[in-house]
């Protein structure tokens, strides 16, 4: 097996430079024909999610971007996409650049019209560019990048394993992005392990430049092939036939397996490249192999095996023992009924509690050696598991009691309104605690969870409600929650007349607390739109807004159903400064009466040459320093009006 798995962390950037595929980072092909390879890029719906209050997905698109504009032209690349199209789909691959020189501006449109949503089928995607690029037949690269593990029922190592035996020269390079899960950064690095390909972690976007060496190191050319020996005399051979074997006498059949030979003796730290490799159940090489001792290895459920074999040039068969036994888990919501057939995940545990196996099928099958272990089944939250003992040869059998229920939610904004289909948010907790179990944004969401009582609460803006459910084994229950909530769009103003604001406006919404002087209760949101929209409970609020030091606060009434739309009037003009000198800070002060007389109160300051300022109505005292020199004039602001304030410094 080649491989490398660097388990740095690196940025897209470099780890892409890394995996040797933009221009300076390979040398030129010797060979004519162009060298291809395809980008697979994951949009599943998990690449909303976001890293440093940026989504994955964005991330990912400037990542693209860069790529590709650095991209090696004498490489043709292509773009194949999956997730973006339907949720739930496993199907949902989609070849959006086939494989021609890179073209930025072009691939940089498609991605950006791009919107994440599905499942991760991921091994098909990399069988899919495989099979695009002809693997069989020509040196074929493809690099994967994806944000999670294999959720569509297939083995991404068997996947990974499968291509490299059948190709002729093919790689496929991995990226993780933020894979926080041991068991997705297995598969990934399978992936790039079974196929000669380097693994590398990217948890965001900035860049490690230490990661960047072990990479580039990694994806370097080979040295070219040594001067060719003079061909010895010609050998007697004859078919040789590999037959694997669970323990001794004990054959296993029906299963296909992986198998390659190698001109090494097993145990050698690195195998040499197979001269044969295939994959079925009992193995015959298509050329008769010369005589002489060899290294078979033998793949199955990713687990390997290394023998020792001497060829005689005769006809012969060839037992391989795996030295293992096969565990097959079932999973039933009562004993002895029938078999759960979908959405199942399969973790498979070892006695150290750490994650060696997953499976998505109804049935899942595991090649193990001798041991204990702990095999789980997962039904969206609802969880089992059972203890098992696996021995050489032989083949246990283990049935496991998933108790469930469904879950189905909905909820309306209020009692007159259909129930919402977007914006929404799902958050189970079970039942007098804060110990969350499950998730949602769909508009109609549906739960499995073990039987038991739960918490939902649920959000549309910052209107919510809750519910306490009961879920029932083997039962649906489906509950429709109403926010009685409303909507409000305000917006504000200088002065009646006046221009609208264009920038620089921030919203607050408070609670209403009686007892306090300026009536200021908990803070429920905030926005910086010039017109937002805020989604609230039905109830009375104080809504407040500010445009430089200028702030007017207003209850408002929120009606379930409804749109309020209040106006605001800031009753503010604007202060514009200008000076003949240079380097000059700037005070604005208030004018204020006193006890004493006339007073300055200091609101506000810059350090800009023409500064700005959104202020109340009123009288203000302007005041320039430059070095030793001061100068002031006085400002008068009316509503809705700019007022030039000239400073002329001595």
């Given at each position: 097996?080649?491989g490398?798995?660097?388990?740095?962390t690196?940025?897209?950037?470099?780890?892409?430079?890394?995996?040797?595929?933009?221009?300076?980072?390979?040398?030129?092909?010797a060979?004519?024909?162009?060298?291809?390879?395809?980008?697979?890029?994951?949009?599943?719906?998990?690449?909303?999610?976001?890293?440093?209050g940026?989504?994955?997905?964005?991330?990912?698109?400037?990542?693209?971007?860069?790529?590709?504009t650095?991209w090696?032209?004498?490489?043709?690349l292509?773009?194949?996409v999956?997730?973006?199209?339907?949720k739930?789909?496993?199907n949902?691959?989609?070849?959006?650049f086939?494989?021609a020189?890179?073209?930025?501006?072009?691939?940089?449109?498609?991605?950006g019209?791009?919107?994440?949503k599905?499942?991760?089928?991921?091994?098909?995607?990399?069988?899919?560019?495989?099979e695009?690029?002809?693997?069989?037949?020509?040196?074929?690269?493809?690099?994967?990048?994806?944000?999670?593990?294999?959720t569509?029922?297939?083995?991404?190592?068997?996947?990974?394993?499968?291509?490299?035996?059948?190709?002729?020269?093919?790689?496929?390079?991995?990226?993780g992005?933020?894979?926080?899960?041991?068991?997705?950064?297995?598969?990934?690095?399978?992936?790039?392990?079974?196929t000669?390909?380097?693994?590398?972690?990217?948890?965001?976007?900035?860049s490690?430049?230490a990661?960047?060496?072990?990479?580039?190191a990694?994806?370097?050319?080979?040295?070219?092939?040594?001067?060719?020996?003079?061909r010895p005399a010609?050998?007697?051979?004859?078919?040789?036939?590999?037959?694997?074997?669970?323990?001794?006498?004990?054959?296993?059949t029906?299963?296909?397996?992986?198998?390659?030979?190698?001109?090494?003796?097993?145990?050698?730290?690195?195998?040499?490249?197979?001269i044969?490799?295939?994959y079925r159940?009992a193995w015959?090489?298509?050329?008769?192999v010369?005589?002489?001792?060899?290294?078979?290895?033998?793949?199955?459920d990713?687990?390997?095996?290394?023998?020792?074999?001497t060829?005689t040039?005769?006809k012969?068969e060839?037992p391989?023992?795996?030295?293992?036994?096969i565990?097959?888990a079932?999973?039933?919501?009562?004993?002895?009924?029938?078999?759960?057939?979908?959405?199942?995940?399969?973790?498979?545990?070892?006695t150290?509690?750490?994650?060696?196996?997953?499976?998505y099928?109804?049935?899942?099958?595991?090649?193990?050696?001798p041991?204990?272990y702990?095999?789980?089944?997962?039904?969206?939250?609802a969880?089992?598991?059972?203890a098992?003992?696996?021995k050489?040869?032989?083949?246990?059998?283990?049935?496991?009691?998933?108790?469930a229920?469904?879950?189905?939610?909905?909820?309306?904004?209020?009692?007159?309104?259909p129930?919402?289909?977007?914006?929404?948010?799902?958050?189970?907790?079970?039942?007098?605690t804060?110990d969350?179990?499950?998730?949602?944004y769909?508009?109609?969401?549906?739960f499995?969870?073990?039987?038991?009582?739960y918490?939902v609460?649920?959000?549309?803006?910052?209107?919510t409600?809750?519910?306490?459910?009961?879920?029932?084994?083997?039962?649906?229950t489906r509950?429709?929650?109403?926010?009685?909530?409303?909507?409000?769009?305000?917006?504000?103003?200088f002065?009646?007349?006046a221009?609208?604001?264009?920038?620089?406006?921030?919203?607050?919404?408070?609670?209403i607390d009686?007892?306090?002087?300026?009536?200021?209760?908990?803070?429920?949101?905030?926005?910086f739109?010039l017109?937002?929209?805020?989604?609230?409970n039905?109830?009375r609020?104080?809504?407040?807004?500010?445009?430089?030091?200028?702030?007017?606060?207003?209850?408002?009434?929120?009606?379930?159903?409804?749109?309020?739309?209040?106006?605001?009037?800031?009753?503010?003009?604007?202060?514009?400064?200008?000076t003949?000198?240079?380097?000059?800070?700037?005070?604005?002060?208030?004018?204020?009466t006193?006890?004493t007389?006339?007073?300055?109160?200091?609101?506000?300051?810059?350090?800009?040459?023409?500064p700005?300022?959104?202020?109340?109505?009123g009288d203000?005292i302007?005041?320039?320093?430059?070095?030793?020199k001061?100068?002031?004039?006085?400002?008068?602001?009316?509503?809705?009006?700019?007022?030039q304030?000239?400073?002329?410094?001595?």
């Amino acid at each position: 097996m080649r491989g490398n798995m660097n388990r740095s962390t690196s940025s897209w950037r470099l780890a892409l430079i890394g995996l040797g595929l933009v221009a300076g980072a390979v040398p030129a092909p010797a060979a004519e024909a162009r060298d291809k390879a395809i980008l697979v890029l994951d949009a599943s719906g998990s690449m909303w999610g976001q890293i440093e209050g940026k989504a994955k997905w964005e991330i990912a698109k400037e990542a693209v971007a860069q790529l590709v504009t650095g991209w090696d032209p004498k490489i043709d690349l292509g773009l194949t996409v999956y997730g973006h199209r339907t949720k739930g789909d496993c199907n949902d691959i989609e070849d959006v650049f086939a494989p021609a020189p890179a073209d930025a501006g072009k691939i940089k449109a498609i991605t950006g019209g791009l919107s994440p949503k599905g499942k991760t089928p991921l091994s098909a995607a990399v069988r899919h560019a495989a099979e695009k690029l002809r693997y069989t037949e020509d040196k074929a690269t493809v690099i994967l990048v994806s944000d999670g593990e294999e959720t569509c029922n297939l083995d991404p190592c068997a996947v990974a394993a499968e291509l490299e035996a059948a190709g002729v020269g093919f790689t496929a390079h991995v990226i993780g992005f933020d894979i926080r899960n041991d068991a997705a950064r297995q598969q990934l690095q399978c992936i790039a392990a079974n196929t000669g390909g380097t693994y590398v972690q990217a948890n965001d976007a900035a860049s490690l430049n230490a990661a960047l060496a072990e990479v580039a190191a990694a994806t370097a050319a080979p040295a070219p092939a040594p001067a060719a020996e003079p061909r010895p005399a010609a050998q007697p051979r004859a078919a040789a036939t590999f037959k694997p074997f669970l323990a001794e006498g004990v054959p296993l059949t029906g299963t296909p397996v992986y198998w390659s030979l190698h001109p090494d003796a097993a145990g050698s730290e690195d195998l040499a490249d197979a001269i044969a490799s295939d994959y079925r159940n009992a193995w015959t090489p298509d050329a008769p192999v010369a005589p002489g001792t060899y290294a078979v290895q033998v793949q199955v459920d990713g687990l390997k095996v290394q023998q020792t074999v001497t060829i005689t040039g005769q006809k012969q068969e060839v037992p391989v023992v795996i030295g293992a036994g096969i565990l097959t888990a079932t999973a039933v919501e009562q004993a002895g009924g029938a078999a759960l057939t979908g959405d199942l995940t399969w973790r498979l545990f070892d006695t150290e509690g750490n994650i060696i196996g997953y499976n998505y099928e109804p049935e899942a099958v595991f090649t193990l050696k001798p041991g204990d272990y702990r095999v789980e089944v997962a039904r969206g939250e609802a969880k089992a598991g059972a203890a098992v003992t696996v021995k050489a040869g032989e083949r246990p059998a283990v049935e496991i009691v998933l108790s469930a229920g469904s879950l189905e939610l909905e909820v309306k904004p209020s009692e007159a309104e259909p129930p919402a289909s977007q914006g929404v948010t799902w958050k189970i907790f079970r039942e007098g605690t804060e110990d969350q179990v499950a998730y949602s944004y769909d508009g109609k969401a549906v739960f499995t969870l073990p039987p038991g009582r739960y918490t939902v609460q649920v959000w549309i803006g910052e209107a919510t409600a809750s519910a306490v459910v009961e879920v029932k084994p083997k039962e649906t229950t489906r509950t429709t929650l109403v926010l009685g909530a409303g909507d409000v769009k305000p917006r504000a103003i200088f002065a009646p007349g006046a221009p609208k604001p264009t920038r620089d406006l921030s919203w607050k919404v408070f609670l209403i607390d009686p007892k306090a002087d300026d009536r200021k209760g908990a803070q429920v949101t905030y926005s910086f739109d010039l017109e937002p929209v805020f989604h609230l409970n039905a109830g009375r609020y104080l809504l407040e807004v500010t445009s430089g030091v200028a702030v007017v606060a207003a209850e408002i009434e929120v009606k379930a159903g409804e749109q309020a739309r209040p106006e605001l009037n800031l009753n503010a003009g604007a202060v514009l400064g200008k000076t003949n000198a240079a380097d000059v800070s700037w005070r604005l002060y208030k004018v204020v009466t006193a006890m004493t007389g006339m007073e300055k109160e200091q609101v506000a300051y810059a350090f800009d040459p023409a500064p700005v300022w959104i202020v109340p109505a009123g009288d203000y005292i302007l005041e320039a320093t430059a070095g030793d020199k001061v100068a002031e004039v006085p400002v008068t602001v009316i509503a809705g009006k700019p007022t030039q304030a000239q400073v002329t410094l001595p």
